[in-house]
T-cell receptor
């Protein structure tokens, strides 16, 4: 298995632009998580899905952030409009029924 | 952090020594997991301990869990320079929600 695949690896954009981060979970996994990691706030859970349904989005910072999971093999995290304080590494992770999480290599987002 | 705290924030030891990291959390859990992160990479799972377990071993790793104190510890014995990384605990609720502590940065000097 190729593991959790995230794209792009790096994204540099200007303030106000729309950013879309993508994630392909491991086949057969039924949980998908989006995290954001910064030095100041550590590893924050933004949202997680179970069987493609959002279960808890209480960690999503504000309405500028949205996440979708249209099918079991794909999820997106969108920021519109982006701001410099959104700069961080965004991780996607998947798991099967509470088993350990498998992480992607992350997307490093820089908003100038 | 969203769930709890880890201490120490940073730990520096000599190769061959043992390293102990602690994690405290706030809510009821189904299990607790420890992960390792090398710089610039995603987290990698190390060990899982269920809420009805008190201690677990895996190679040079030993994890304890005290649900009455809502705390866990990770012991790495006979440390190696390659153990240098950040270590995180994650609590998993019965609903599958997984949240992480602030992490401990471990430096093992050769």
């Amino acid at each position: 298995d190729a593991g959790v695949i995230q794209s792009p690896r790096h994204e540099v954009t200007e303030m106000g632009q729309e950013v879309t981060l993508r994630c392909k979970p491991i086949s057969g996994h039924d949980y998908l998580f989006w995290y954001r990691q910064t030095m100041m706030r550590g590893l924050e859970l933004l949202i997680y899905f179970n069987n493609n349904v959002p279960i808890d989005d209480s960690g999503m910072p504000e309405d500028r952030f949205s996440a979708k999971m249209p099918n079991a093999s794909f999820s997106t995290l969108k920021i519109q409009p982006s701001e410099p304080r959104d700069s961080a590494v965004y991780f996607c992770a998947s798991s099967f029924q509470g088993s350990p999480l498998h992480f992607g290599n992350g997307t490093r987002l820089t908003v100038t | 952090s969203q769930q709890g705290e880890e201490d120490p924030q940073a730990l520096s030891i000599q190769e061959g020594e043992n390293a102990t990291m602690n994690c405290s959390y706030k809510t009821s859990i189904n299990n607790l997991q420890w992960y390792r992160q090398n710089s610039g990479r995603g987290l990698v799972h190390l060990i899982l301990i269920r809420s009805n377990e008190r201690e677990k071993h895996s190679g040079r790793l030993r994890v304890t869990l005290d649900t009455s104190k809502k705390s866990s510890s990770l012991l790495i014995t006979a440390s190696r320079a390659a153990d240098t990384a950040s270590y995180f605990c994650a609590t998993v609720t019965n609903a599958g929600k997984s949240t992480f502590g602030d992490g401990t940065t471990l430096t093992v000097k050769p």
